[in-house]
């Protein structure tokens, strides 16, 4: 459980902070509405990415717990959902790259630029 349940709370409890601070108002002014639609952005990509983590390393989490409990039986097929279930959790990782490139302007306009960087600097070779 600690593997799971512990980085879980922790990513959950460090961008709760995050998000705190980030929606905190300015003192004595008002938020601009596009201020409020960029930390509306912001929001959702940190709930989508803890709940993406919460999903991908679940099942691996229980496989384990169940087999420290002598629960698990190693058939054909639980050997292939435990196989299936490390691959998603490593998947994560791989995974959140792509989030903050589909949920993020910013992101998605480095990218563009490192892309852009690269392929212009492969031409004039």
């Known amino acids: 459980m600690s593997s799971y349940v512990v980085p879980l709370s922790l990513i959950s409890f460090l961008y709760m902070g995050m998000l705190a ?9 008002r938020a601009s509405a596009e201020s409020r639609r960029g930390k509306k952005r912001v929001t959702r990509m940190v709930v ?8 991908c390393w679940c099942p691996i989490q229980v496989i384990l717990l169940l087999k420290s409990l002598k629960l698990y039986d190693l058939t054909h097929a639980s050997i292939i959902f435990q196989i299936v279930s490390h691959v998603l959790a490593y998947t994560n990782s791989c995974i959140n ?29």
């Open 97 to 125: 790259p792509v989030l903050y490139a589909f949920l993020s302007d910013n992101f998605r306009k480095a990218f563009r630029k490192i892309i852009f960087h690269i392929l212009r600097s492969r031409l004039l070779r």
């Open 21 to 29: 601070r980030l929606w905190k108002g300015a003192p004595g002014g």
């Open 48 to 55: 989508v990415v803890v709940l993406v983590f919460a999903f």
